[in-house]
Each structure stands twice: as structure tokens, then as C-alpha cells.
């Protein structure tokens, strides 16, 4: 029995001491006509004083929801251990939904298409609606953006469009172009999708940055992520070359996975203290 406690008491002093918490919320979008549900974490001690904390706006991916990123990705207990460890700061993380299982009858993608506005909802609707209700951001020193493949791409899309918007960006296994075959036969969701990140090209926008754009870019700190046998590699390698040559710094690292959440799930242990370490 001795034994026992003894191993219980090991086992207890390697977990955090204090928790946060996720909550299920949702806000009402007139541009998109329906509810939006979202996950949004609150560090421990949330509440208790009128402290004002940083946000991150954590994306899914393709076929995915709000729910992915703490039911697949265990995101949970990998703050709870970064805030406890004293490796990133207390920090609220909002996981808003995008999509859905099925993406040719359900809406998927973070940009605005035909019948789904989604950019202009994220910006005039999610991000003031979020930060005013529960006293985080305000400003881009205290905002982030990073998300997986669909969620990398619109984070960095995100970023280029709307500099002045946050400190940084991590993009995991991002999708950043699509220049497959699009097909027209049936234009169902899927397909404006796929368009649309086509319509939007991380890759296309480099090309026609010009100098007064490419040094808004700089004022954000960029961060690539993707596993050696993720078949987007191409996409993150291509991404950081025309930064590169458009003077513009990011960070490229490209690590032992495939495309699948046990990349994902040890990407936080990156993207969270790079976005941390980029607070103001």
C-alpha cells in the first residue's frame, strides 16, 4: 500500500496544479444567418479579477468543428501544463466552428464564398464579439491566429490580409493554395471551398505584395510547421521561399509526421509558447 501512495504521489507532482477551463458558447452572425458555436478556454483564475488576458484563435481543419482541437488534440492539458510550467502566460484560446463532417451538404473554410461570408463574420462579428465578452485581445499585440491544414491556411491568409490584426501566426500542415483540379460538374460546397482557397493563394498573394504590403507582413511574426511525409509539405517550403525572397522573416520547421493529430497535438507545445512569446 505504501508503494502504491508513494507511486500516486509521483504521478500527481508531474500535473499542473491549477486548471483552466473549456466552455461551450455561440453568438448569433447576421452576415452568415445562424448561430456559431465555440469552444473557448479560460485560464484558472479566470474571473476572480479584472485582468485583461491575450488571445488565440485556434482553427480546425477540413471536416472538423469547434470540438476537435480539445476532443482530438487534448489541447486542455497541454495548457493547463505550458501556464503551469510558467512556459507561455495565462492566455484565452477560442476555437470558433467552421465546418462539419460532411463537406459537400455542410459549409467548410474560413474565407468568404457564395452563401458563406465567413472572413467578414470572423472580423466584424467573432473577434469584437469574443474579446468584448469575456476581456481578452483588444489589439493586435494581445491577438494570435494558428491553426491545422484548412485552419493553417485561413490563419495565415488571415495575417496577410489583416496584418494590423495580430502578433503572429502559426500555421500547421497548412493549406495555403489549391491548384488541383476544382472540377465543375457539381458545385457543391466542397467545391467553393476549394475554390476558395484557390481564389485566396497564400503563394499568389507573395507574388503581388507590394513594398507598402510586404512591410505591414514584417510586423508579424510567422511561423510554418509540417511534417516531412505531409503531402502539403510542398505548400510550406514554397511559402517560406517567396518570404524569404520578399525580405520578409518567417520560421520554417518541418518535423518527423504525416498529416494527423498526433503532428498536431505536439505542435501546440510550439505554436503556444511562439505566440506567447510574441505578446507585447
Known amino acids: 500500500m ?3 501512495l508513494l507511486a500516486a504521489m509521483a504521478i500527481l507532482a508531474f500535473l499542473p496544479a ?3 477551463k473549456v466552455v461551450t458558447d455561440s453568438i448569433r452572425s447576421k452576415v452568415l444567418g445562424a448561430d ?3 469552444n473557448i478556454y479560460l485560464p484558472d483564475g479566470y474571473g476572480e479579477s479584472p485582468r485583461h488576458y491575450p488571445v488565440i484563435y485556434l482553427l480546425h481543419g477540413l471536416t472538423d468543428t469547434y470540438t476537435a482541437w480539445v476532443e482530438r488534440g487534448n489541447m486542455q492539458t497541454v495548457v493547463d501544463e505550458l501556464i503551469a510550467s510558467g512556459e507561455i502566460k495565462p492566455v484565452v484560446i477560442v476555437m470558433p466552428n467552421a465546418g462539419g463532417p460532411d463537406p459537400h451538404t455542410i459549409w467548410n473554410g474560413y474565407f468568404n464564398m457564395p452563401g458563406w461570408n465567413y472572413e467578414d463574420f470572423f472580423f466584424t462579428e467573432l473577434i469584437p464579439g469574443v474579446e468584448g ?3 481578452c485581445g483588444g489589439r493586435k499585440g494581445q491577438r494570435a491566429v494558428m491553426g ?3 485552419g493553417g491556411g485561413g490563419s495565415t491568409v488571415y ?3 489583416h496584418p494590423d490584426m495580430f502578433s503572429s501566426c502559426y500555421a500547421m500542415s497548412a493549406w495555403l493554395d ?3 483540379e476544382i472540377g465543375s460538374e457539381t458545385k457543391d460546397k466542397l467545391y467553393y471551398v476549394c475554390k476558395a482557397v484557390r481564389d485566396h493563394s497564400a503563394l499568389d498573394f507573395l507574388d503581388n505584395a507590394d513594398e507598402a504590403t510586404l512591410e505591414k507582413l514584417r510586423t508579424v511574426a510567422w511561423f510554418l510547421d ?3 511525409d505531409d503531402y502539403l509539405l510542398h505548400l510550406s517550403y514554397a511559402f517560406h521561399i517567396k518570404m524569404r525572397q520578399a525580405g520578409v522573416h518567417s520560421e520554417l520547421r518541418v518535423r518527423n509526421g504525416v498529416h494527423n493529430w498526433e503532428y498536431w497535438h505536439l505542435g501546440l507545445r510550439l505554436s503556444l509558447p511562439f505566440a506567447s512569446r510574441n505578446f507585447d
Do not use: E, P, W
Open 2 to 4: 505504501k508503494k502504491i
Open 18 to 20: 491549477r486548471a483552466g
Open 36 to 38: 456559431v458555436t465555440f
Open 133 to 135: 465578452k469575456y476581456g
Open 148 to 150: 491545422l491544414s484548412m
Open 159 to 161: 495575417c496577410q490580409r
Open 178 to 180: 489549391n491548384q488541383d
Open 226 to 228: 509540417c511534417g516531412d
